[in-house]
């Protein structure tokens, strides 16, 4: 059958140049980088090379760079430690409400353990208003978490505004860049970021490995507590091929993101462009143009089911996402869409179809020749679509 992935805000293959040297890093240079010895030492400048990799591509020194085990840890080392280290100057956090769950659910523990959380809402294409932060920020604020781009609907955020505003209260202002790594520049200078996260598998690199950018001076209390392994922010012997897969793979990102851009835009738009003019009653979620991450589709069909969509899509060896799957398998709609103004019955008939660097054109134009016959057939046994079709004749 043949295959099509759509679904790289998932995840994405690692690149076979990452995982190549990877290998090496399993069975042959298997030392620990903390021994002294020739097998340590040899890892150690290895694992100084990735974290200058990581650096590099968002515009950080490397002993900013703080390995952990993904985007999610990293997420609650953040806010978590944050909130740990300035519990005595203030306890008010400020988020938005399409944060990730790694983000949303961190902060919603913190409310229920004595901070207090103002959530910003966004406007109907999923950005943040600066305004709102700015009306939000109270004298006790600590800390501002938002994200740069959205998972599901690729909404870019004016991070370098709010981040002049958090710098101008003096509030610790933490960025979780899991989505826009390597698709987009960052630059957390130019952005006035403090605390950024990143991830290792949604840029070709290795599951189970990402970083938190600490801004030099910017105190964290760790979560894990040990040998003091990577500047005593986060302990455990390193997950050496992760990080050096990880490494390699903000190389690459950072040599191919314009050209991916380029070609995913061009993608992204034929796709867009053919669901809207090829099926009836169709909304596109999200901004246009350059708002927008360049490999990001999510759209909503009315009178079906998004999961109805996906195991048709699925057994036509489609792979796409639907707002609620990303997380626990939870039919509930999107948080992110509601938050944008979808009521209920929009927001289930969303699907989010996201581009990866061996798309082509022809796995597009497949998806364009199949996804109406599947709306149609749906729709054919939606009692809704019945009654607006004799609304219509009547
Ligand atoms: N933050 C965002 C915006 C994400 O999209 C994801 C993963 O989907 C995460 C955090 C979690 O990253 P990880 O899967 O590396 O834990």
Redesign the pocket.
């Known amino acids: 059958m043949r295959r099509v992935y759509l679904d790289h805000?998932?995840t994405t293959p690692v690149d076979p140049e990452v995982a190549a040297i990877m290998m090496t890093y399993y069975t042959e240079k298997y030392g620990n980088p903390s021994s002294v010895h020739g097998f340590g030492r040899e890892t150690k400048q290895a694992l100084e090379q990735a974290r200058n990799q990581v650096a590099e591509l968002i515009g950080a020194a490397s002993r900013e760079i703080t390995f952990t085990s993904?985007?999610?840890?990293a997420?609650n080392l953040a806010i978590l430690g944050t909130a740990e280290a300035l519990r005595k100057k203030g306890k008010h956090i400020i988020t938005s409400c399409i944060e990730?769950h790694?983000?949303l659910e961190t902060c919603e523990y913190l409310e229920k353990n004595g901070f207090d959380l103002t959530v910003i809402p966004v406007d109907e294409e999923g950005i943040i208003s600066v305004d709102e932060v700015r009306k939000a920020i109270r004298p006790d604020t600590i800390l501002i978490t938002v994200?740069h781009a959205?998972?599901e609907v690729g909404s870019i955020q004016p991070i370098a505004e709010i981040g002049k505003l958090a710098k101008e209260h003096g509030i610790v202002f933490h960025v979780?860049a899991?989505?826009s790594l390597g698709k987009i520049p960052i630059n957390v200078e130019e952005m006035n970021v403090d605390l950024l996260?990143v991830?290792?598998?949604?840029i070709y690199g290795p599951?189970g490995v990402?970083a938190l950018y600490v801004r030099k001076g910017v105190r964290i209390v760790p979560l894990i507590h040990g040998g003091g392994q990577e500047r005593k922010r986060r302990s455990g012997t390193e997950n050496m091929p992760g990080i050096i897969g990880f490494g390699k793979a903000c190389e690459l990102a950072g040599q191919r993101m314009a050209d991916d851009a380029e070609k995913q835009i061009k993608l992204r738009d034929k796709l867009m462009n053919g669901i809207v003019e090829g099926i009836e009653y169709v909304k596109v979620n999200g901004p246009v143009g350059e708002k927008r991450l360049p490999n990001n589709v999510n759209v909503s069909i009315r009178y079906v089911e998004g999961e109805s969509l996906l195991l048709s899509l699925d057994m036509l060896g489609i792979a796409a996402s639907s707002g609620s799957a990303?997380t626990s398998g939870s039919l509930d709609p999107s948080h992110v869409l509601l938050g944008m103004g979808l009521i209920h019955e929009i927001a289930h008939g969303s699907l989010r179809f996201s581009l990866g660097r061996q798309n082509t054109e022809e796995e597009i134009d497949y998806v364009l020749e199949q996804l109406p016959k599947i709306v149609e057939r749906l729709r054919m046994m939606s009692p809704l679509y019945d009654q607006v079709i004799h609304s219509k004749q009547a």
């Open positions: 805000s998932a993904g985007g999610t840890e997420d990730h790694a983000v994200m959205n998972n979780d899991v989505q996260t991830s290792g598998h949604k599951k990402g990303c």
